[in-house]
């Protein structure tokens, strides 16, 4: 399932220092609701090159499910199976608003209630090391 994710980065970005990506959401997840998510790690985008960034709309293993599979077609948007660079993200969210806010548009799918990061480069994540403080995210 991950090769399409694979492909489409490849396509859209070219060659990146990670051949997998390691998976994020974008926002702050710290709200203590889930509980196997005990701890997160905030980074700031700016912290990577935007040639290192690709999104989805949801998390990458159900966007391209939504796009293709006949059972979702009445929650499928054309954003469904769609990988995004970082000035694409910025689009979509100055359309749609950020999913799972007060301020998304009720045209997104019920399934949308977040944007997944893939990050194609390490680097600027070795460089943040910032305190663990009790309940409270990481910050770079």
């Known amino acids: 399932m991950e090769d399409w994710l694979i492909s ?7 060659r990146t220092p990670l051949d997998r990506p390691i998976y994020f959401f974008l926002g702050d997840f710290a709200d203590g609701q889930d509980l196997s998510r005990p ?3 905030v980074l700031p985008l700016a912290k990577f090159p935007a040639q290192a960034l690709t999104f989805t709309v949801p998390d990458s293993m159900a966007s391209l499910p939504l796009a293709t599979l006949p059972d979702h077609r009445q929650h499928r948007r054309d954003y469904h199976g769609r990988v995004f660079t970082l000035p694409e993200i910025a689009e979509f969210v100055r359309q749609y608003g950020l999913p799972g806010t007060p301020s998304a548009a009720p045209a997104l799918s019920p ?5 997944e990061v893939q990050v194609w480069d390490d680097g600027p994540i070795g460089r943040c090391h910032a305190p663990v403080v ?3 995210p990481r910050a770079c």
């Open 8 to 14: 489409e980065r490849r396509r859209r970005l070219g």
């Open 39 to 41: 701890q997160s790690h």
């Open 111 to 115: 399934y949308d209630r977040f944007i």
């Open 134 to 136: 009790a309940g409270r």
